[in-house]
């Protein structure tokens, strides 16, 4: 009788498991994943390489027989520094490289721990918003680098972002704070907040012009009857720049609602109870209880709201369609404009300069929210 | 049995439709799909050995065209037979986007034999260095409409100087009393029809956008003069000082609601005028076309318009799409269009044609007009050259650039454009 010798265990193969439906937890978690991953690379990561890629390229569909070739970084040198580098004293001394100077060594301090990175995060954004805007108006050519029109384009699609995200809060949280009360018209403010959020941009556009328009609108006529003769909305910059960022915020502050709302709904009734039973006033309530417990849906709201803002086109598109002049070109209307103009080489350059600004907004966030871990 | 039947007819078709030839043209919500669809239905019944049919997509020349750049981009031969507006043209033909006609004529003679009945503005755009791209199908320009109760009202006849429309435009509106009342409007909004109303001051006032020479002439006397002009409509109030935000509708918009003595706008405005129309008209049989007005000592000149045939040269068909393309420019399909659709036809037989006339009495007003039309620049840059004329005009209107920065603005853009 032959000893039997035991044999080690071994666990039977993938394919095995996968026939028998014996998989363990992690196998079945990465198989059910597949697809989903699939799509994704193929919907999203590859149509970012191959615009990455393009934008090295030379394409412009009305001179075919200039073909593709590569040019490296030329686009981006176009864009960002221009073919002919003058190093005139406004160049060196704008504010510009002060704040990105002021940029490094925050950043360089932060990774020694000896400043906090709230603090870098907030002066990060607040320089690079000087220098941005900076660039875009700052009075003659002489003081600019690159393609003046990127730098408008850049300069509008950061205003619109700061005023645009800034207005929907403040407009989107008492909303919110109105929803949540217990009331018997809470119903008319939760539809309030629906009916904005549901409707189509470009149509919120098309009305808006409706109303903003001087002669005909709505708004200029109220106005008439009050004995006031209101500004020409659309047909010069400065109104046109409120009037627009008025729509977008009214398009946008019910999503700021909507996900605030939601945050609200989630705090703890007893922990007002409490702040009662101490004599907390209101107020107190508001900035002690409320706010503090809000901040994970404000973050959540900041960033979509963000990156939505930077990629903006609809709306100025569809009220001025970036007019009066240039007055309203966002960076997503110099885009389109470049892909219709056939310069496929350079509007995938900007594509690459508007993926970029959203990337760094993202990644800055991030560390906002996880500065405290 | 009635199955069996209804079964074997449909395989019956399936197998003519295998043996048929299969075209599909591509036209835009604007061009009538009403009236092209049973054109083309014609087409196949009298042509059994093809079977053509439409899909239709964008309801403006922008939209349209953002959609056959996909098409066109990706060497798509899906659609064998687009329309295209007629600034296109010299940009199909420089990507390669629109088969060259001139194969399908015995000989180049004969070509501009067969183009004669053609009206020579649309020829223009569409016969690029000997090649013929593509074929009219109707045509279009920009007209001065006038409000023919209130200038026979006053003892006006139609102005032919713009001094002359400035000075009725005025004294219209300062007899009339009625603030609403505008004297003269047009486009200063961010659209390509911005591209006309400068284009159109500154042929009247003798120049052009470009020299015999081919350099770009933007900052010229006879360009000042354009804007000079402009300035003036907004300095004496015959013009809304809102005029930066007037696209071509609206426009059409307020002349229709009775609010506008003379306005320059498109062909399709007519019919609005005359009731067929979305909003209720104001101006029925009040209104009168004529040629756009001059400065003193120049002719008449307006912007050409309309749309045109041409054959995708991806797709695998062009000779049977090149017989499509010759019924659909045909004098009868054209006639069909001026009838059903108030197309403006490209043949100039179609203007003393009864049946048209009988439709459209105001076409024989309009060619005049139509024949004096003029091109917006021809070259395969018309996108840019488009938005570098359009974007300055409109920041003048918006007050934001003067004249002189304006057309500075103006000739470093279109240099740049055609820079490559």
């Known amino acids: 009788m032959a000893l039997t010798t035991p044999t080690a265990y071994r666990s039977p193969g993938l394919w095995r498991r996968l026939r028998s439906g014996n998989l363990t937890e992690a196998q079945l978690g990465i198989i059910l994943l597949i697809p989903a991953a699939a799509v994704l690379l193929l919907v999203m990561f590859w149509p970012i390489v191959q615009v990455l890629w393009q934008s090295l390229h030379f394409e412009r569909l009305n001179l075919p027989a200039r073909g593709r070739p590569f040019i490296g970084l030329e686009h981006f040198q176009r864009m960002l520094w221009g073919t002919e580098m003058a190093w005139s004293p406004q160049h060196l001394l704008g504010w510009r490289l002060l704040a990105f100077a002021a940029v490094g060594g925050l950043w360089w301090g932060t990774g020694r721990g000896t400043v906090r990175r709230r603090t870098a995060v907030i002066w990060t954004v607040v320089a690079l918003l000087v220098a941005g805007l900076w660039m875009g108006f700052h009075p003659g050519e002489a003081g600019r680098w690159g393609d003046a029109r990127f730098w408008n384009a850049f300069s509008i699609t950061l205003l619109v972002t700061v005023a645009s995200v800034a207005g929907s809060f403040l407009v989107g949280l008492p909303l919110a704070l109105l929803a949540n009360v217990e009331s018997r018209w809470r119903w008319l403010v939760r539809i309030a907040l629906l009916i904005p959020w549901a409707m189509p941009r470009v149509l919120v556009g098309i009305m808006f012009a409706w109303l903003f328009n001087s002669t005909n609108g709505v708004i200029n006529d109220v106005l008439r009857r009050l004995g006031v003769e209101g500004p020409l909305w659309l047909a010069r910059a400065d109104p046109a720049i409120w009037a627009t960022n008025i729509t977008i915020v009214w398009a946008t502050s019910a999503f700021v609602g909507l996900i605030l709302l939601a945050g609200l709904q989630s705090i703890d009734e007893s922990l007002y109870e409490a702040a009662m039973v101490d004599g907390a006033s209101p107020w107190q309530r508001f900035w002690q209880i409320t706010l503090p417990l809000l901040r994970p849906s404000i973050a959540v709201a900041l960033i979509f709201r963000t990156l939505t803002a930077i990629q903006t086109y609809d709306i100025p598109y569809a009220m001025t369609r970036g007019g009066p002049g240039r007055t309203l070109e966002t960076l997503g209307i110099y885009v389109a404009n470049t892909t219709n103009s056939l310069n496929l080489g350079y509007a995938a350059a900007l594509s690459v300069a508007l993926f970029t600004m959203s990337l760094a907004v993202t990644v800055l966030y991030l560390r906002w929210i996880y500065a405290d871990d | ?420």
């Open chain 2, 1 to 420: 049995m009635r199955r069996t039947l209804a079964f074997i007819a449909i395989l019956a078709l399936l197998a003519s439709g295998l043996a048929q030839t299969q075209l599909k043209v591509y036209i835009g919500g604007q061009q009538r799909p009403d009236v092209i669809g049973p054109l083309l239905e014609q087409f196949n019944a009298e042509n059994p050995d093809i079977v053509v049919t439409f899909e239709v997509g964008g309801a403006t020349s922008e939209l349209q065209q953002q959609y056959l750049n996909t098409v066109l981009t990706s060497r798509s031969g899906d659609i064998d037979i687009f329309l295209i507006d007629v600034i296109r043209p010299a940009q199909y033909a420089a990507s390669g986007w629109a088969e060259p006609l001139n194969q399908f004529f015995a000989s180049d003679a004969a070509m501009m034999a067969y183009l004669e009945d053609f009206l020579p503005g649309p020829i223009e755009a569409n016969l690029i260095d000997g090649t013929l791209y593509a074929l009219p199908a109707f045509t279009d320009a920009q007209f001065l409409y006038y409000r023919a109760d209130l200038l026979e009202k006053y003892g006006f006849e139609p102005p032919t100087t713009w001094d002359e429309l400035k000075m009725m435009a005025l004294t219209i509106q300062q007899q009339e009393g009625d603030p609403n009342l505008q004297g003269f409007n047009y486009q200063g909004a961010n659209i390509e029809g911005t591209v006309c109303t400068f284009l159109q001051a500154l042929w009247t006032a003798g120049g052009d956008w470009v020299d015999d020479a081919g350099s770009v002439t933007l900052v010229t006397p006879e360009a000042r003069r354009a804007l000079a002009w402009y300035d003036d409509t907004l300095a004496s109030g015959i013009t809304v000082q809102n005029i930066a935000e007037i696209t071509t509708d609206l426009s059409r918009r307020q002349f229709q609601a009775g609010n506008v003595v003379f306005v320059l706008n498109w062909g399709f405005a007519w019919a609005h005028f005359q009731g067929s129309s979305d909003v209720p008209t104001a101006v029925a049989g009040l209104v009168g076309v004529a040629p756009l007005p001059s400065f003193e000592g120049f002719d008449s000149a307006t912007c050409i318009g309309g749309w045109q045939w041409a054959i995708n040269p991806y797709s695998a068909n062009t000779d049977a799409a090149w017989r499509v393309l010759e019924y659909l420019a045909s004098p009868d399909s054209q006639r069909v269009l001026a009838v059903e659709a108030s197309n403006i036809p490209a043949r100039k037989s179609l203007y003393d044609d009864p049946a048209v006339l009988a439709a459209a009495p105001h076409f024989a007003s309009f060619y005049d007009v139509i024949i004096n039309a003029r091109s917006r620049p021809v070259t395969p840059f018309f996108s840019d050259v488009s938005l570098a004329i359009r974007v300055p005009m409109n920041a003048f209107f918006a007050r934001q650039l003067t004249a002189d920065e304006a057309l500075r603005e103006m000739q470093q853009g279109v240099e740049d454009a055609l820079d490559f």
